[in-house]
């Protein structure tokens, strides 16, 4: 067993591992020296994500979760930093950055033959789940519209990263493999679809926007019983609508293609109501952000699955998942 924030969590819950950089005990030694965290205990890596090193680290002074960042840019760091900073300290239960002796929120880091940035945040409670209930639906809706209040006045702004152009260019640059790997529907869908969202995006929309999680699947939410008592992850955070972070957390938490599947996303979104009310434009907007946030997360799993990068212990997210999703979503 390992624990979590005084949460004893089953072992399964570390594997399969995502951890694409491996540190030696000296390696954290090292890292901590420049932090006033106290001794280093014990580390341990940590399951589920697919696109940064996330390692358990106990020291004298509790528990925390050290990252290396394996993809992003540098100078897109600092805006998460503060972000986490602002939500934490403006209502939200998140990560605290925790802040170097002299000041910084990220470190230096060798690894692969590259210097990597990483940051130390503070362990919340509770444990992540593997499937919803629907009064924890509710909670978590909740959780989001709490997010998105608590990040109104956030004076920072970063553009989507994995907006229509993104697509564009990411669907035309596999479609061969695509097709050779998945088949003639599958490379016809994914075009299909791509031409329909951008024939409606021409048009705008007009939508409440502000900072948004992106990604806020159940690996990225912690609970104790049913409610909410943290959010975590917040490495696809952005300026969109808001009602494009309900699409995608509807997809990613109340979506199993089930018979069930319209209570539980009524689930979240009375909850998240309960704190914002969504406004007719958001509504009516809904059916295709919901179409859109699928062909977001099958593009980006089918390029992973086809185009795998190496790591220690690395774990790739199956693409069909999605692609049954954005059926769904196209035929209602």
């Known amino acids: 067993m390992f624990i979590l924030g005084g949460k004893y969590l089953p072992i399964n819950y570390l594997s399969p591992m ?26 341990e890596g940590i399951a589920a994500g697919i696109e940064n090193s996330n390692f358990f680290v106990i020291t004298d002074s509790g528990r ?31 990560p605290d950055v925790m802040v170097q002796k002299g000041g910084e929120l ?15 945040v503070s362990c919340l409670s509770g444990r992540t789940l593997d499937e919803l209930n629907t009064v924890q639906l509710q909670s978590s809706g909740r959780a989001l519209a709490q997010l998105h209040l608590a990040g109104k006045d ?8 994995t907006g229509m152009d993104w697509l564009d260019d990411t669907i035309d640059e596999m479609m061969a493999d695509v097709q050779q790997n998945y088949g003639e529907g599958s490379a016809q869908l994914l075009y299909d679809e791509m031409n ?8 705008g929309f007009d939508l409440p926007t502000g900072v948004i999680h992106g990604d806020l699947f159940v690996d990225n939410i912690l609970f104790e019983g049913d409610a909410v008592t943290g959010i975590i992850d917040f490495y696809y955070a952005h300026d969109a609508a808001y009602a494009m972070d309900i699409a995608i957390s509807l997809n990613a938490q109340a979506v199993l293609l089930g ?8 689930a ?58 954005l059926v769904l979503h196209r035929a209602s």
């Open 196 to 203: 329909f969202q951008r024939e409606v995006h021409a048009k």
């Open 154 to 161: 956030f004076d920072e702004h970063r553009s989507n990263p």
């Open 106 to 120: 990220l470190f230096d880091v060798q690894g692969d033959g590259e210097v990597k940035k990483g940051c130390i």
């Open 259 to 266: 018979s069930d599947d319209q209570a539980r996303m009524q």
């Open 268 to 325: 979240f979104l009375s909850g998240y109501e309960e704190l914002r009310p969504l406004s007719d434009d958001e509504k009516e907007a809904l059916p295709v952000l919901l179409r859109l946030g699928a062909l977001r997360f099958w593009t980006s799993r089918l390029f992973d699955a086809i185009y795998p990068r190496g790591g220690a212990m690395t774990q790739t997210k199956d693409p069909e998942e999605y692609r049954k999703k």
């Open 18 to 43: 995502s951890v694409y950089t491996e540190l030696s005990r000296s390696d954290f030694e090292a890292i901590l020296a420049d932090y006033e965290l106290g001794a280093l205990h014990s580390f």
């Open 64 to 94: 925390y979760v050290l990252t290396i960042f394996e993809r992003m840019a540098d100078d897109e760091l600092p805006y998460f930093m503060r972000l986490m900073k602002h939500l934490s300290h403006h209502g939200l239960s998140c």
